[in-house]
C-alpha cells in the first residue's frame, strides 16, 4: 500500500476472488487465534484450579492443626485455673483453720509441767 495525496492507495487489483481468498485467510488466521486463546485460557484455568486446591488443602491442614493447638492450649488453661484454684483454696484453709486453734493453745499455756519435768525433778529431790 502506498500514500498517494494524503491517502492511502492499495496497488492489490480489485479482483472478487482475490479478496475473497483474502478474507478466508484472514477468518481462518482469526479462527486460529481463537483456538490459541481458548487453549491458553482452559491451561490457566486449569493451573489455577490445581493451585486453588492445593491452597486449600493446605488451609485444611493447618486449620486442623489449628483446631488442635486451641484444643490443647484449652486443656492446660483448665488444668492450670483448677489447679490455682484448688492451691489458693488449701492454702486458705491452712491459713485460718489450723492457726485458730494455734492461737488459742498459745494463749492459755499450760499451767502444769511436763512429765519428764517431774521426773527429773522427783529423781534430783528425792521427792
Not at 484455568?45 to 493447618?62: D, V, Y
Not at 491459713?95 to 511436763?114: E, I, L, S, T, V
Request: proline share 4%.
Amino acid at each position: 500500500m502506498q500514500i498517494s495525496n494524503g491517502k492511502l492507495v492499495s496497488q492489490e487489483s480489485h479482483d472478487p476472488q482475490t479478496s475473497e481468498r483474502r478474507n478466508e485467510n484472514l477468518i481462518k488466521y482469526y479462527e486460529d487465534l481463537e483456538l490459541k486463546i481458548a487453549t491458553i485460557t482452559q491451561q490457566q484455568e486449569t493451573m489455577h484450579l490445581e493451585e486453588t486446591n492445593t491452597i486449600k488443602i493446605g488451609l485444611q491442614k493447618f486449620d486442623t492443626r489449628l483446631i488442635g493447638l486451641e484444643n490443647t492450649v484449652s486443656k492446660y488453661l483448665r488444668q492450670f485455673l483448677l489447679t490455682n484454684i484448688c492451691g489458693i483454696m488449701g492454702l486458705f484453709i491452712l491459713w485460718f483453720y489450723p492457726g485458730n486453734h494455734q492461737f488459742n493453745d498459745c494463749k492459755n499455756p499450760p499451767k502444769r509441767q511436763a512429765p519428764s519435768l517431774e521426773l527429773y525433778h522427783h529423781l534430783h529431790t528425792g521427792r
